[in-house]
């Protein structure tokens, strides 16, 4: 299978905001709110897969617009042991987490070539200002996070590896399918074995002997770096995944 299909296109890129093209998935803004949306996105840069964005420490005084590509917001316990918090996906406020304190406790890094637009936290306040929707739509975005993590939480509890593995990529397809309605069944996913088990909580061995079994049981299968969603509901029988981006009721939005 080829990886320079349509399914790879990345259509934050050019346009003029990758966060009013997020917020639009979810409902209507006009274009003085999709300016304002644009102004967080003036500045940006490049990183190659790899390279930091912001160390575990750093003032959050900058949030950042992902535009193209793959981060990941990690932390270390005590004994050194890695945790990936988050993966961040186009559209996403990385740091966002961290807008109520004066520095974050985590390390972001790209895991593929990304382009992100830095913009001061104090920004914001123009933003919540001008427009009470946007600041709702924002609010929003971090509930159905906030309900996608609980989501996480209660299938590790369970410990199941076929489970957590299951949930790992019908959330990752779901988010990304929000942002690039050219995706049909499959995803291009940057993230190594090892980086997988540290967003799941298993060893690099534990989810590629799990990747196996799910393939043997027809939900899902591998192509390189791509994964295939082969069958939502065998996946979804093992990880009780809720699509949190359906059935919404954002009717209560205010119009400006």
């Known amino acids: 299978m080829s990886e320079s299909g349509p399914e790879t296109i990345e259509p934050c890129e050019d346009i003029e905001s990758c966060l009013a093209e997020k917020l639009r998935a979810l409902a209507p803004i006009n274009q003085t709110q999709a300016a304002l949306l644009a102004a967080l996105e003036e500045e940006r840069y490049e990183l190659a897969s790899g390279d930091e964005l912001f160390t575990s420490g750093s003032p959050t005084r900058e949030l950042f617009v992902l535009k193209k590509g793959w981060l990941v917001s990690e932390s270390y316990s005590t004994r050194g042991q890695r945790s990936i918090v988050r993966v961040h996906h186009p559209g996403d406020i990385v740091g966002a987490s961290q807008i109520p304190y004066a520095t974050t406790p985590y390390r972001a890094i790209a895991r593929s070539e990304a382009l992100v637009c830095p913009f001061p936290r104090q920004n914001l306040i123009t933003l919540f200002e001008r427009s009470?929707?946007?600041?709702?739509?924002?609010?929003?975005?971090?509930?159905?996070?906030?309900?996608?993590?609980?989501?996480?939480?209660?299938?590790?509890?369970?410990?199941?590896?076929?489970?957590?593995?299951?949930?790992?990529?019908q959330q990752t397809?779901?988010?990304?399918?929000?942002?690039?309605?050219?995706?049909?069944d499959r995803f291009h996913c940057p993230l190594t074995q090892?980086?997988?088990g540290d967003v799941v909580g298993m060893t690099s061995v534990h989810v590629s002997r799990t990747f196996s079994r799910l393939e043997q049981d027809g939900a899902l299968k591998r192509h390189g770096s791509f994964i295939q969603i082969i069958d939502k509901e065998k996946l979804s029988a093992h990880s009780g995944y809720i699509d949190r981006y359906e059935h919404l009721d954002l009717s209560w939005l205010p119009k400006n």
Do not use: T
């Open 132 to 169: 009470p929707r946007l600041s709702a739509m924002l609010l929003s975005i971090a509930m159905l996070e906030s309900a996608e993590q609980e989501d996480r939480a209660s299938v590790f509890r369970r410990n199941s590896a076929v489970a957590k593995l299951a949930l790992f990529a």
């Open 173 to 184: 397809f779901g988010r990304l399918k929000l942002m690039n309605g050219l995706l049909h």
């Open 194 to 196: 090892s980086d997988i």
